[in-house]
């Protein structure tokens, strides 16, 4: 029998540095037994040299559309937006089994050439829990990013925040942010910034509340909620309060609104930063419905309107991980590595046939 093929491809969102597999997860597959190809890539945090010292076979950026139909094509984010049909099977985050936008289309492109879609959103141990995801290093990033937000409203009114990039490590973000507070704290009567957190028991909510600890915020400045705080209903006052307000939230089912326009429009508001975490403007249960767009890293923020009082704006980036391309994608990786060792027996091994099973209803689903 032939052995597996597994074709990492090169990553084309703009600024996504992270990746499916690390060297040592590529050696452990290689290890076991798989084929594993690696496409060049430019932007990808691991080098292609560290890929070859392994063993791993680099192919050219963008090969993966030539390769057999039997090969298992791994990636992270979404494909670039074509209308060619997909032959292959991808193993990826795929964003459309929730009803956002252009998910019909995405879709097609698998019914259309047979192809199989194994979203990694909803890859699941027998308990329900994802198998990997990078929720603690969207939090940790969109913390940072919040505070980063904070500081720079105070020591630069009227200018929003300039672009970021990638972070070798979290040491220097943590450096960055502290140094930014120190810079806006005489802009604030020398008081350290008060955050909210909600989802602040999950894996996303604690990394947020990680970063705002590590970079010195009291205890008492860190206020974490979760189900319970949330329970009486939105919208809620003690976030307008707050400086910050992280959510960690992402919902499938209809609550009231944590925020809203009007709610925020109180003179008691201290809220200037709202960093949705879960980041999804188009989800009709989106919890935080005070913005319709993504931000990113060349452009992080985006003023909220309609809102009376101090300027308020909103992080909204969908790769926040991707601030800590290294640890985000070591951590990631190696949660998914028992998974990947069993893609040679994916018609069998539930981790598989489950999200295959949900692949074929939501293709039933589609409009004739």
Known sequence: MAPTVIHLRSETKPLEHRSA??????????????????????????????????????????????????????????????????????????????????????????????????????????????????????????????????????????????????????????????????????????????????????????????????????????????????????PFSEITTSDVFINCIYLTQPIPPFVTRESLSVPERNLTVVCDVSCDPNNPHNPVPIYEDWTTFDKPTLPVSGVEGKPLSVISIDHLPSLLPREASESFSTALLPSLLELDKRDEARVWTEIRDLFNKKVSELPS
Request: proline share 6%; with cysteine; aromatic share 8%.
């Open 21 to 234: 597999l690390t060297p040592s997860t590529a050696k452990a597959l290689l290890d076991a037994g798989y084929v594993v190809n690696i496409e060049r890539s430019p932007v990808r945090i691991f080098s292609d040299d560290e890929f070859s010292a392994i063993g791993a076979t680099l192919v050219p950026e963008h090969s993966w559309v030539d390769t057999s139909k039997e090969t298992i094509i791994l990636g992270l984010k979404e494909l670039p937006e074509e209308d060619f049909p997909l032959h292959h099977s991808h193993v990826q985050f795929a964003h459309c089994y929730k009803g956002q936008t252009g998910w019909a289309k995405t879709l097609s492109r698998f019914s259309r050439g047979g192809g199989t879609l194994y979203d990694l959103e909803f890859l699941t141990h027998p308990s329900g829990q994802r198998v990997a995801a990078f929720g603690y290093h969207a939090g940790y990033s969109g913390a940072a990013l919040a505070l980063l937000n904070w500081s720079h409203q105070l020591t630069s009114a009227g200018e929003p925040l300039p672009s970021v990039s990638s972070y070798p490590n979290d040491r220097e973000l943590v450096s960055t942010v502290k140094v930014s507070i120190e810079k806006a704290l005489p802009k604030n009567d020398n008081k350290l910034p008060t955050v909210l957190v909600i989802g602040s028991l999950g894996r996303c909510g604690s990394g947020a509340v990680d970063l705002a600890k590590t970079v010195g915020l009291p205890e008492e400045n860190v206020m974490k909620w979760d189900m319970a705080e949330t329970a009486k209903g939105g």
